[in-house]
């Protein structure tokens, strides 16, 4: 079980403090479309607000490729973050230059300051261990609170950590805690779902989380694959050849351990894709056993979402992710609606991968209803893998 130390063990008053945010928000025209990312880092920088920290703020944004680029700068986020602390908070023109260390050592007790777009240096991404002992030089502690780059072995989201002691922030204590339980302890039955397009990009997660679940439920685009392992016909539905193999080995792995693996039972079809994605379809419901020759599955009919529902019904902990269908189109989003709204009336711990999944649990205004939203659809992918995220292992232990 994971034990890092938090921003709760560790006297901050006076001390400036170096804190890795995930403020990656989508700007048009200088303006940002949607600050959630900004919202949720904001109970890490107001307790060291609070505790007369000296804040540093740092983020990547965007794709600047290592240079300098004015497209990418934070100042959207400097004034957003201003709008919400109700302070100024002070935008460095550089990362590691002059205008950071100045604007850092003129720092008051309870000040807030942002560096600029960490990614306008290319050794941000190389972890470039020059570049770590630079922004390590600008404060006494480092807090990592961007789960979703916890996954990267980058300068900021790691490197910098070997230079200075390094906790967690609030974010990534709620991931540890959470989704760290739900693998290493769960409350029983045990319950995950997954979904999305390929088998391939989730190929060690089903293997990791077999060894952990009680019922592993299989929907969107890659359960055609394990369908075609049990010898069914999946029409021109979206089918990985090079991985029925893999999915007849964890149907079999799944047997041995006594998980249940749940695949749907009907099928949505449609003669074709939908142009574009959100466009009209014309679809009709079939047996998942035999899809005809030249229909493909775009998402789980009736049954099945009943099916689904019924076993997250009696589950005490749900891990989902992944859509169960082309939920882009709304006449094929039924399938996923269905899940989300499953682990809305649930009692369970119910979290749910980044991603699109997040994305579907908030529109459907069903957020305040789930135990725990992932801040990152990677990061969370490679943690539910049990991989050691380089964000993570770089903390202080307890
Ligand atoms: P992923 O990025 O792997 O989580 O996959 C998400 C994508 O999977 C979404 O864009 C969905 O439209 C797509 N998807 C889900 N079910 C299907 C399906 N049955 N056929 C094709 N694409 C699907």
Same mark, same amino acid.
């Given at each position: 079980?994971?034990?890092?130390? @938090?921003?709760?063990?560790?006297? +901050?008053?006076?001390?400036?403090?170096?804190?890795?945010?995930?403020?990656?928000?989508?700007?048009?025209?200088?303006?940002?479309?949607?600050?959630?990312?900004? +919202?949720?880092?904001? /109970?890490?920088?107001?307790?060291?607000?609070?505790?007369?920290?000296?804040?540093?703020?740092?983020?990547?944004?965007?794709?600047?490729?290592? #240079?300098?680029?004015?497209?990418?700068?934070?100042? /959207?986020?400097? &004034?957003? =973050?201003?709008?919400?602390?109700?302070?100024?908070? $002070?935008?460095? @023109?550089?990362?590691?230059? %002059?205008?950071?260390?100045?604007?850092?050592?003129?720092?008051?007790?309870?000040?807030?300051?942002?560096?600029?777009? +960490?990614?306008?240096?290319?050794? $941000? $991404?190389?972890?470039?261990?020059?570049?770590?002992?630079?922004?390590?030089?600008?404060? %006494?502690?480092?807090?990592?609170?961007?789960?979703?780059?916890?996954?990267?072995?980058?300068?900021?989201?790691?490197?910098?950590?070997?230079?200075?002691?390094?906790?967690?922030?609030?974010?990534?204590?709620?991931?540890?805690?959470?989704?760290?339980?739900?693998?290493?302890?769960?409350?029983?039955?045990?319950?995950?779902?997954?979904?999305?397009?390929?088998?391939?990009?989730?190929?060690?997660?089903?293997?990791?989380?077999?060894?952990?679940?009680?019922?592993?439920?299989?929907?969107?685009?890659?359960?055609?694959?394990?369908?075609? *392992?049990?010898?069914?016909?999946?029409?021109?539905?979206?089918?990985? $050849?090079?991985?029925?193999?893999?999915?007849?080995?964890?149907?079999?792995?799944?047997? &041995?351990?006594?998980?249940?693996?749940?695949?749907? +039972?009907?099928?949505?079809?449609?003669? !074709?894709? /939908? &142009?574009?994605?959100?466009?009209?379809?014309?679809?009709?419901?079939?047996?998942?056993?035999?899809?005809?020759?030249?229909?493909?599955?775009?998402?789980?009919?009736?049954?099945?979402?009943?099916?689904?529902?019924?076993?997250?019904?009696?589950?005490?902990?749900? !891990?989902?992710?992944? /859509?169960?269908?082309?939920?882009?189109?709304?006449?094929?989003?039924?399938? #996923?609606?269905?899940?989300?709204?499953?682990?809305?009336?649930?009692?369970?711990?119910?979290?749910?991968?980044?991603?699109?999944? *997040?994305?579907?649990?908030?529109?459907?205004?069903?957020?305040?209803?789930? #135990?725990?939203?992932?801040?990152?659809?990677?990061? @969370?992918? %490679?943690? =539910?893998?049990?991989?050691?995220?380089?964000?993570?292992?770089?903390?202080?232990?307890?």
């Amino acid at each position: 079980m994971l034990n890092k130390k @938090s921003i709760t063990d560790i006297d +901050v008053a006076g001390k400036k403090v170096l804190v890795r945010c995930d403020f990656n928000v989508p700007v048009k025209d200088g303006v940002i479309t949607d600050d959630n990312r900004i +919202v949720g880092a904001l /109970p890490t920088i107001r307790y060291l607000v609070d505790h007369n920290a000296r804040v540093i703020l740092c983020s990547h944004l965007g794709r600047p490729k290592g #240079t300098f680029n004015l497209k990418y700068t934070l100042a /959207p986020v400097a &004034e957003k =973050l201003g709008e919400y602390l109700g302070k100024k908070v $002070e935008l460095a @023109s550089d990362v590691i230059g %002059e205008d950071a260390h100045a604007k850092a050592a003129s720092l008051k007790d309870g000040d807030v300051m942002l560096l600029e777009n +960490v990614r306008f240096h290319a050794e $941000e $991404e190389a972890n470039d261990p020059e570049f770590s002992k630079a922004l390590a030089s600008l404060a %006494e502690i480092y807090v990592n609170d961007a789960f979703g780059t916890a996954h990267r072995a980058h300068a900021s989201t790691a490197g910098v950590a070997d230079y200075l002691p390094a906790v967690c922030g609030f974010l990534i204590q709620k991931e540890i805690d959470v989704m760290g339980k739900a693998l290493d302890d769960p409350d029983r039955p045990f319950v995950a779902i997954l979904g999305g397009a390929k088998v391939a990009d989730k190929l060690s997660v089903i293997e990791n989380l077999l060894s952990k679940v009680d019922i592993l439920i299989i929907g969107g685009g890659m359960a055609y694959t394990f369908l075609a *392992a049990q010898g069914k016909k999946t029409g021109t539905s979206l089918l990985d $050849e090079s991985k029925i193999e893999y999915c007849a080995d964890m149907l079999k792995k799944a047997e &041995e351990k006594g998980v249940k693996l749940l695949l749907p +039972v009907d099928t949505v079809v449609s003669p !074709v894709f /939908p &142009e574009p994605i959100d466009g009209p379809v014309e679809v009709e419901t079939v047996c998942s056993c035999c899809i005809p020759d030249d229909k493909m599955g775009l998402d789980i009919g009736e049954k099945t979402r009943e099916l689904f529902a019924n076993a997250v019904k009696g589950a005490k902990t749900v !891990v989902w992710n992944g /859509p169960m269908g082309v939920f882009e189109n709304p006449t094929l989003a039924k399938g #996923t609606i269905a899940v989300a709204q499953a682990l809305a009336d649930s009692d369970a711990v119910t979290i749910v991968g980044g991603g699109d999944s *997040a994305a579907a649990v908030q529109q459907l205004g069903f957020a305040s209803k789930i #135990t725990h939203i992932s801040t990152g659809g990677g990061a @969370s992918l %490679e943690f =539910l893998e049990g991989k050691q995220l380089p964000g993570i292992t770089c903390l202080n232990d307890k």
